[in-house]
């Protein structure tokens, strides 16, 4: 069975960076869509950053210009690049892939979450 394990989290001062990653390991046929969402307490779980497996990108407003999200498809595994980060970026980070093994269909993983604190 397919797993997604991220990793990158720590506590960063507020403009600084981290990147997180995200590798997809077991039996894989293929992956489609990855993507980033992040959950505070309290609120709900939003989605970040995706990437199709095309290499088409998309951000939500908050992240814009400074985040980025790549993958490497040789590796399978996907990245998000925090700069400039803020204390609201503050939360549990989860990677999530549309990924088919072999002799299955396309389903959703889910990582295990890292987490991200950002101090003012």
Sequence with gaps: ???????????????GSL?????????????NA????RQAPG???????????SGSTNYADSVMGRFTISRDNAKNTAYLQMNS???EDTAVYYC?????????SLRS???QGTQVTVSS
């Design 96 to 104: 999530h892939g549309l990924i088919a093994p072999i002799g299955g």
């Design 43 to 53: 609120k709900q779980r939003e989605l970040v950053a995706g990437i199709s497996n």
């Design 34 to 37: 990855m993507r980033w969402y």
């Design 1 to 15: 069975q397919p797993q997604l394990v991220d990793s990158g989290g720590e506590l960063v001062q507020a403009g």
């Design 85 to 87: 980060l803020k204390p």
């Design 19 to 31: 990147r997180l990653s995200c590798a997809a390991a077991g039996s894989i046929f293929s992956i």
């Design 109 to 111: 993983y889910w990582g």
